[in-house]
T-cell receptor, first 109, second 116 residues
Framework: GQQVMQIPQYQHVQEGEDFTTYCNSS?????IQWYKQRPGGHPVFLIQ?????EVKKQKRLTFQFGEAKKNSSLHITATQTTDVGTYFC?????????FGPGTRLSVLP | GAVVSQHPSWVICKSGTSVKIECRSL??????MFWYRQFPKQSLMLMAT?????????EQGVEKDKFLINHASLTLSTLTVTSAHPEDSSFYIC????????????FGPGTRLTVT
């Protein structure tokens, strides 16, 4: 079946440092989504990438979709304490969503 | 923005009893809702896709007779955990697709189920 992997599992950074999480799929994706879940909260949609090689930016967040539509990345520039949480990618295979295991980000002030 | 609610937010029940969890889209109609299960510090595992007016589609390994899903209206889907056991204790989260927003999922706040 389809598998979505994410690395790293955990990341601890000092406030102001950059952070990147990577998402990889075993097969080609229709599209990929990114969600953020704060501790004790529920996932919140961040963005959806559809096109091969697509790059989208949201303030300090940069999202990329690989040319082969099998991988994606989320990069945060100059992290802040408000960035703390778990970042999940979710791959769409046909009509089914498969979530990656997530990357838990801690930001030390 | 789109709001999805869940009720109850937490529930404790005894082994062998059944528990119903409601998922409502408050400001939009959702023909498709999803039910996930999340263990502590782990990812979301899709249990089933709930389609209004039709039977739910269950993921492999999820017992449809144990996790009953009913999507009777465009704003409400329910998940009933029947004959609950301690291993059913988990965080259950629903999400809904809002028409016109593509595949963006709007998640409910989740329900913490503890079976004693």
């Amino acid at each position: 079946g389809q598998q979505v992997m994410q690395i790293p599992q955990y990341q601890h950074v000092q406030e102001g440092e950059d952070f990147t999480t990577y998402c990889n799929s075993s097969t080609t994706l229709s599209n990929i989504q990114w969600y953020k879940q704060r501790p004790g909260g529920h996932p919140v949609f961040l963005i959806q990438l559809v096109k091969s090689g697509e790059v989208k930016k949201q303030k300090r967040l940069t999202f990329q979709f690989g040319e082969a539509k099998k991988n994606s990345s989320l990069h945060i520039t100059a992290t802040q304490t408000t960035d703390v949480g778990t970042y999940f990618c979710a791959g769409l295979y046909g009509q089914n969503f498969v979530f990656g295991p997530g990357t838990r980000l801690s930001v030390l002030p | 923005g789109a709001v999805v609610s869940q009720h109850p937010s937490w529930v404790i029940c005894k082994s062998g009893t059944s528990v119903k969890i409601e998922c409502r889209s408050l400001d939009f109609q959702a023909t498709t809702m999803f039910w996930y299960r999340q263990f502590p510090k782990q990812s979301l595992m899709l249990m089933a896709t709930s389609n209004e007016g039709s039977k739910a589609t269950y993921e492999q390994g999820v017992e449809k007779d144990k996790f009953l899903i009913n999507h009777a209206s465009l704003t409400l889907s329910t998940l009933t955990v029947t004959s609950a056991h301690p291993e059913d204790s988990s965080f259950y989260i629903c999400s809904a697709l809002r028409p016109g927003s593509g595949n963006e999922q709007y998640f409910g706040p989740g329900t913490r189920l503890t079976v004693t």
